[in-house]
């Protein structure tokens, strides 16, 4: 569909960087998925993330990694290694997975780059001991970030970056929730929802309102609504093949989009405020949550959405997805959803036979 | 608990299968050491037949377990003295894969979870566990149908998602011991959250146990795990001695009691009766490989469906796998567990297995081993299924040659799924490194 977003302009990520850096701040490159933003804006550091990058040579992280260690963790070790993250001032590792812990434990230990490398555990439940723990581990963090910056933010500060957060959050949850009305196509319009990769919130609340200003007018989407579920949508043009075989996603479940639809917290002490939002978070394997959990909220997804059909599109190697499929799978079918699953490495470009299975999928369901 | 159900279980494991078993182990014991051993290596030690009885005896209990026990399946790192102590049949999944990988089942019974949906990317032991799950396959004849499940996440974060899919099949509660990975020194606020998770475990046990925790039987539960444990660690430490007494191929074999009757006081005897076994070949001057040119360091899990294989190639050439990171996990936090302070102890040692610690201390582990026992060069088996234990392992193969002088080689394969495993490969690469040793 062709869309009038010629008007919507998306800051480039070096340029971001290049003028957060200009005017004295620190960049920190954050690996996926979950991690307190707030925390570090209030030393005056813009977290970056890194979700691969697709598309990258990355032979180089053999050199480090066996072959059957996924794309993102190896893709990000050979940009890494290829200096693409030199510009960043310390790298953030979240514990997300077995491969992500590896990854930072060999940066570390072995590789010791430039930048510190800080990791962050993740608790894996969402019972009173885990927000407890998450607390202290965010304080923790923070202890490190004063003595890298020498700077010691205060707790109104702190509690001003949270609320900012909170805001972009709540831009962000507006642009999921009406997507169907913004004059976007759907690669526009995941830039715009991945610009919070990189964007600090002021700018991103103000790129949010201007579009979602211009929302409606528009004819509403004829097109085969589906819900997709996966880590990224990465090589994003899957997603303008999506659009010219006559699909479009109604709603996420990409880690990297709608698994960050935080919450604000409710807490009035900082850490534990931060630790909220996180472990209040949509479902996500990565944070421990039930396969029944993760199941309710995919069929709410489409069901609200009106999805006709669920796209898996999984990062080969990715165990925390590849367990629950067969069973988000079954109990999705079973309520009359149909589902699909596409395997993608970020290494690679996005196969005609992947494209192919993608269309058979769109006429089943459309 | 039907009265019938009892007199089955008394009749089917404490008479007729007591019996049945050591008879078994009698006629073991008295043909000797008349087995189908290569001359190359030592004959199987004598107290082989008693592991075998206790490993057969635990899977027979199992079996009619459910008729008169509660039973928990658990990771194998897990903290299992609490649920011993309140009387659980407690069955590890890993172990019984381990055995399916031994007995070269597990390709099958991995390829009833792939039928199912579940990818052969994922952890062979977890294939080979849902498999078993959905099929009913195993070569113990029964597994007894949890009423709990515990995953600790200490040795990866993969037992979480296996675990959430077993909760999610049997309907049962899933009680998750979450352990904060070191990667350098272990805070405060990690071991009190692993202190109070233990804690918070224990109301959700006594409940599905119907019973409360006795403290009294939890100190003794704990030290018998340690007295299990420090044994296990003396058994692996005679490995110093010239020629090593036992091998880490033995090691492997003779592993399952510290794994799965941890916290059993026989268990203890058994390690006791196997440490005089092991000093009894060190005084009479037995070597595990007859004619030991070399000792060699394995890391990572075996790979069972090649035990034997590996075991004879390298004792023909006077090669002795004396130690392996593996075996020595079991052992190395004896010091740790204190059974006056059952749970601040266990909060402690259970967080700190070599696979829930960063690279940079499994190199120094393998550096620590490889100095205090003589090694010549070491063997890292990079495991398509464990990936925490097999990230680091590049660097860790450079560095000990660059930084120790000791050859060193990656082995591609598979814990427990042969298809992972390609023998005219590794049997080139193994003899390439051999040459390099000099033998």
């Known amino acids: 569909m062709s869309t009038p977003n010629d008007a919507v302009s998306i800051p480039r990520r070096a340029e971001v960087i290049r003028e957060f850096k200009g005017r004295g701040g620190r960049v920190a490159a954050v690996l996926p998925i979950h991690y307190p933003r707030a925390l570090f804006r209030a030393f005056d550091i813009l977290p970056v993330e890194v979700w691969g990058p697709p598309k990258i040579d990355a032979s180089s992280a053999a050199t480090h990694l066996q072959p059957y260690i996924c794309s993102i963790a190896r893709n990000a070790l050979a940009f890494v290694l290829g200096g693409g993250l030199d510009v960043a001032d310390l790298i953030i590792v979240p514990h997300t997975c077995d491969s992500l812990q590896g990854l930072a434990s060999v940066l570390i230990d072995f590789i010791t780059p430039a930048r510190p490398v800080y990791p962050i555990y993740l608790p894996r439940g969402n019972r009173p001991s885990d927000l ?40 962000l949850a507006d642009l999921h929730q009406r997507r169907t009305e913004l004059p976007l196509s759907q690669y526009d319009l995941y830039r715009v929802l991945r610009s919070r990769e990189f964007l600090p919130a002021d700018r991103l609340c103000a790129l949010a309102e201007t579009i979602i200003a211009r929302a409606g007018g528009y004819p509403r989407r004829d097109d085969i609504p589906v819900l997709m579920s996966g880590i990224v949508p990465e090589p994003m043009e899957m997603l303008r093949s999506l659009e010219k075989m006559g699909g479009r996603v109604a709603s996420d479940d990409f880690a990297c989009c709608g698994r960050r639809l935080y919450p604000a917290g409710r807490s009035s002490e900082p850490f534990v405020r931060m630790a909220e939002s996180i472990i209040q978070g949509p479902p996500d394997p990565m944070r421990g949550c039930s396969i029944q959990d993760r199941l309710a909220h995919l069929a709410r997804l489409a069901g609200t959405s009106g999805a006709r059909g669920v796209v898996f599109y999984t990062i080969k190697f ?31 470009p996005l196969s005609q036979s992947a494209l192919t299975r993608l269309e058979a999928f769109l006429e089943m369901i459309g | 608990m039907s009265i019938g159900g009892l007199v089955s279980y008394h009749w089917n494991v404490n008479v007729f299968g007591k019996v049945a078993l050591r008879g078994r182990r009698w006629r073991a014991e008295l043909r000797g050491n008349r087995s189908r051993r290569s001359s190359d290596l030592a004959p199987p030690l004598r107290i082989t037949p008693r592991t075998k009885e206790l490993i057969f005896s635990h899977y027979l209990q199992g079996r009619y377990a ?39 089942v597990a390709e099958e019974i991995c390829g009833e979870a792939e039928k199912a949906g579940y990818s052969r990317d994922i952890c062979s032991y977890a294939r080979t566990d849902i498999g078993s799950v959905l099929s009913g396959r195993t070569p113990a004849g029964r597994l007894p149908r949890p009423d ?50 233990l ?16 403290e009294r039987r939890l100190r003794d539960v704990t030290r018998h795990s340690r007295d299990a444990v420090e044994l296990w660690m003396q058994i692996l430490d005679r490995a110093v001695h010239r020629p090593a007494p036992i091998s880490a191929f033995d090691q492997f074999i003779h592993m399952a009691p510290v794994v799965e009757m941890r916290g059993e006081a026989y268990t203890v005897d058994f390690y006791s009766r196997m440490l005089k076994e092991v000093d009894d070949r060190v005084a ?23 035990l034997r294989y590996l075991a004879e190639l390298l004792g023909r050439r006077g090669v002795a796998l004396i130690a392996s990171t593996y075996t020595n996990a079991w052992g190395e936090l004896a010091p740790m567990i204190d059974p006056e ?47 925490p234990y097999s990230i680091g392992q590049v660097d860790q193969c450079a560095r ?29 690469r193994l003899g390439a490194y051999l040459e390099l040793l000099g033998v």
């Not at chain 2, 928990?72 to 309140?86: I, M, Q, Y």
């Not at chain 2, 004619?291 to 890391?299: A, G, S, T, V």
Request: net charge negative; hydrophobic share 40%; aromatic share 8%.
């Open chain 2, 284 to 306: 009479g001057g037995v070597g595990a490989v007859r004619n030991e040119k070399k000792r060699l360091l394995w890391d990572n899990l075996p790979i069972w469906y090649r």
């Open chain 2, 148 to 197: 709990l499940l515990v995953a600790c996440t200490n040795i990866c974060q993969t037992v979480l998602f296996w675990y959430q899919v077993l909760a999610d099949r049997l309907k049962v509660p899933l009680i998750l011991i979450d352990t904060p990975f070191i990667y350098s020194e272990a805070q405060e606020h990690a071991i009190e959250y692993v202190r109070r998770q």
């Open chain 2, 400 to 428: 000990l040659a660059r930084e120790c002088g000791l050859p060193s080689l990656l082995l591609e394969a598979d814990h427990s799924d042969p298809r992972a495993f390609s023998e005219e490969q590794a049997a080139n």
């Open chain 2, 341 to 387: 302070r059952p749970f601040e102890s266990a909060a402690r040692t259970y967080l700190h297995p070599i696979l829930n610690r960063g690279t940079g201390h499994k190199l120094a582990t393998m550096k620590r081993l490889a100095e205090r026992y003589g090694i010549d060069g070491v063997i890292l088996h990079s495991d398509r299924s464990c990936k």
């Open chain 2, 199 to 214: 804690e918070e475990s224990v109301p959700v046990a006594e409940q599905v146990a119907k019973q409360s925790l006795d």
């Open chain 2, 66 to 104: 459910n008729l008169r026990r509660k039973v928990a399946w658990v990771t194998s790192g897990a903290p299992v003295e609490f649920l011993r102590a309140l009387d659980f049949f407690v069955l590890y999944p890993e172990n019984h894969a381990a055995v399916c990988g031994t007995t070269r």
């Open chain 1, 318 to 348: 990715c165990e925390p997805e590849l367990f629950q499929l067969p069973a988000l799978r079954t109990g999705l079918q079973e309520i009359g959803v149909r589902t699909l699953n596409l395997e993608v490495d970020l290494s690679d």
């Open chain 1, 132 to 171: 407890t723990f998450l607390a202290s581990e965010l304080r923790s963090l923070s202890n490190r970030l004063e003595q890298l910056t020498a700077y010691t933010p205060s707790e109104t500060r702190l509690m001003e970056c949270i609320e900012q957060e909170e805001a972009a959050d709540r831009w």
